[in-house]
């Protein structure tokens, strides 16, 4: 079962609920992001209890590790990770983007890898379910001289080298939804490839193509499965910084007739490229499907998307965050009070008055900093713990404001200059 209904508007900014098997989900919300099944440093109920409503996990990691089959011999990725609410998975596609252009801030910041002219194209791996991995080893020749080449692109799909072992990963369309019926999550995503900022608009424009193609033959194989009973899969739309691309994508997006819609892709340099893009793109999706905006969660960002008709997001910044001592705090420059410094040693009252999480209630400033200067894993639990609160208690707070018709009013407070 996969429902969604809006309850309140003001202006673009929806408030509504998502209904599946697993649970409810109000929107705009959050999924904090389990790549491997796990939440960084939390337990699922401490995360249940902080507020979290749901949880996304990787494909291509969940593939690579433990492997599909142990998933679906455990009862599902529910069942498995011990999580009892919306459970969504994303297809992989990102790791096209990263292993082989490096991270994000990397590429953005010119530090990118660029590939050699391509190689043919690899030879066809078994497509079924069961056969995700290729064969065992390296390869040959440049590939491996080069690690560019872990990863490979053709129209049947891509081909990825385990970070592992080194065996080769192979991702059609058709085996992505079969691996990710076996996982057994509620949201799905299509299988794609993210492109990066710094290449040729050509090179956008072939992958944006090859996407809407791949969304096609997803959706196909979805449908062939028989799985929209109990999943939902979302299509994604494409396109980069490039507005005549982002409107193709979106106009492809929305004759396909998803259960749902994700904006994915390059967002661009700056916090007013995504906004550019997302306010071009919304209108142009239907009215009553929810829309989730991929590897976004900055809080003046999850205003901002809300303003725009987001409904839901994603990112792995709370948790990546509190690894490196910094608790997410309003009023501060970039929302981040950081516990490594010296001087947190003479503060001792809570993170943030009235925060309800564990680190809050029980803790103060010094024993937090203490503990990350003595580099004691429970400071990270208690901050990821925290920062998951304060994104909740903030989305809680965005879903106040638009059935009161006041977001406006919310984002003047939590608004920071753009830098």
């Not at 829309?291 to 976004?296: M, P």
Request: net charge neutral; proline share 6%.
């Amino acid at each position: 079962m996969f429902e969604y209904r809006i309850t309140a508007r003001d202006g673009a900014a929806r408030r509504g609920v998502i209904r599946t098997d697993h649970g409810e989900m109000e929107t705009p919300g959050f999924f904090a992001v389990a790549t491997r099944a796990a939440l960084k440093g939390l337990d699922p109920g401490t995360a249940r209890a902080a507020g979290v409503q749901a949880l996304i996990c990787n494909g291509y990691h969940l593939a690579v590790q433990p492997g599909p089959g142990v998933v679906a011999a455990a009862g599902g990725l529910h069942r498995f990770m011990r999580w009892d609410g919306v459970l969504a998975t994303d297809s992989g596609g990102f790791q096209v983007f990263s292993l082989r252009h490096g991270q994000v801030a990397d590429e953005l910041k010119g530090r990118r890898r660029l590939p050699n002219p391509p190689l043919p194209d690899p030879p066809p791996l078994t497509r079924g379910p069961r056969e995700i991995r290729g064969s065992r080893g390296v390869g040959e020749g440049r590939e491996q001289d080069d690690p560019l080449e872990a990863v490979r692109i053709d129209e049947d799909g891509a081909d990825f080298r385990s970070y592992l072992d080194g065996t080769r990963h192979r991702f059609t369309p058709e085996n992505n939804m079969a691996l990710q019926r076996s996982l057994g999550a509620d949201v799905l995503f299509c299988l794609d490839e993210c492109t990066p900022f710094h290449v040729p608009e050509s090179y956008t424009r072939a992958a944006t193509e090859r996407n809407a193609r791949w969304a096609r033959r997803c959706l196909d194989a979805f449908s062939e499965l028989g799985m929209a009973e109990r999943q939902a899969l979302y299509g994604i739309v494409h396109g980069g910084v490039h507005p005549e691309l982002r409107r193709w994508s979106a106009t492809e997006m929305a004759a396909m007739d998803f259960p749902g819609y994700g904006l994915g892709d390059c967002l661009g340099e700056s916090k007013h490229d995504w906004y550019r893009v997302v306010d071009l793109v919304c209108p142009l999706l239907p009215e009553p499907k929810p829309r989730h905006l991929l590897g976004v969660g900055e809080p003046d960002d999850l205003v901002e998307g809300a303003l725009r008709g987001i409904d839901t997001f994603d990112c792995a910044m709370p948790t990546r965050i509190a690894r490196h001592g910094q608790a997410l705090h309003f009023g501060l420059p970039r929302f981040r009070l950081n516990l490594t410094r010296a001087e947190r040693l003479r503060e001792d009252q809570p993170i943030e008055e009235g925060c309800r999480c564990s680190a809050c209630t029980r803790f103060g400033r010094a024993y937090l900093c203490h503990l990350f200067r003595a580099k004691e894993m429970l400071g990270i639990s208690l901050l990821a713990e925290h920062n998951l609160a304060f994104t909740a208690r903030l989305l809680s707070r965005v879903r106040e404001a638009i059935s009161a018709g006041s977001l406006a009013e919310l984002r003047s407070e939590v608004s920071q200059p753009v830098r």
